[in-house]
């Protein structure tokens, strides 16, 4: 008769796609909130993304309060 | 690791301490953006760019309206942001922090991590409200910034690395190292271009409040994270073995 048996280990490699994925979260919050001057939404709707900018209005107020130099 | 179970309370950790960011400075920080707005506003009218008139606050109020509860989304984008640096660090440091549970750890480096990429690029280049900045430095002033944090918690790494060539008192060799680097970088890094011609009350009160809600951030990423890890352990793997 077989049993099953459980054995838990700790282990303290860090998978590369992990890193990779929040490597990626990291660097792409970073430019929304931090950085963009319409430059995402310019990839659909041209020119007139930079005149919109409607994400640098929705992240305005934190980037003042994060530190970034917003305009 | 768990590979899927990692990446949730990393991301889960920063989203919500993001979240207690967002708030703190919609509740802290607001009061002196709108005060900076107004003033800027009164330099529109005065400089003749801008007309008092309804349409005016009408179109006014619509864009702040979407600013301020911008925040509180931006909040919970750039706490997810920084907590997957944090949560980066914390999966491989976790084994050298000190402390008996992953809360203090995370605390720790929290606390390190709130020193090196938050406070020391932040006495060089401080947090200014609406009003204070040229448009034409912007970039410039983005390029310092982010620069200096980059070369703070570069340093700080690097120090940390080389400390453990040296027998004994590693903490004090990472410690003065990263110092004397850093005081250095400091000093040989150009200022802030940009006058401030907002009253100094209004800018040093938006800076404090901004460290306040900045340091909620980090406060909260080292309990929730902590608090997490103790729960689910995402560094340990279950095996199943039929005999």
Avoid at chain 2, 53 to 74: D, N, P, S
Avoid at chain 2, 202 to 212: C, D, Q, T
């Amino acid at each position: 008769m077989s049993q099953s048996r459980q054995i838990t280990t700790s282990k303290t490699g860090v998978p590369i796609i992990a890193i990779v994925a929040l490597a990626i979260v990291f660097v792409a919050g970073l430019f929304i909130v931090g950085f963009d001057q319409g430059h995402i939404f310019s990839v659909v709707y041209g020119e007139q993304a930079f005149e919109d900018l409607y994400i640098h209005e929705l992240t305005h107020d934190m980037r003042h309060a994060a530190g970034f130099p917003c305009h | 690791m768990r590979t899927s179970l990692f990446l949730l309370v990393v991301l889960i950790s920063g989203a919500i301490a993001g979240l207690i960011w967002g708030s703190a400075n919609f509740v802290l920080v607001e009061p002196y953006l709108d005060e900076a707005i107004g003033i800027e506003n009164q330099n529109l009218f005065a400089s003749g760019e801008e007309e008092d008139t309804l349409e005016f606050w009408v179109e006014y109020e619509g864009y702040r309206t979407w600013q301020k509860g911008g925040q509180i989304l931006a909040g919970v984008i750039l706490g997810t942001s920084i907590g997957a640096l944090y949560g980066i660090v914390f999966a491989f440091s976790r084994n050298s922090l000190p402390g008996n549970n992953n809360i203090k750890k995370g605390l720790i480096l929290a606390s390190i991590m709130w020193f090196t990429i938050f406070l020391i690029p932040f006495l060089k280049y401080p947090a200014n409200p609406p009003t204070v900045g040229e448009g034409e430095t912007v970039v410039l002033r983005a390029i310092l910034y982010l620069s200096f944090i980059a070369i703070s918690g570069f340093s700080a790494l690097g120090f940390y690395k080389l400390s453990k060539v040296f027998q004994g008192k590693k903490k004090l060799v990472a410690l003065a190292g990263y110092a004397v680097f850093i005081s250095a970088i400091f000093l040989v890094m150009p200022e802030n271009p940009d006058e401030i011609t907002a009253p100094m009350e209004l800018v040093n009160g938006f800076r404090i409040m901004s460290v306040v809600a900045v340091s909620s951030f980090w406060i909260a990423i080292g309990l929730i994270l902590g608090l997490l890890w103790n729960r689910f352990k995402p560094n340990r793997e279950i095996s199943t073995f039929n005999d």
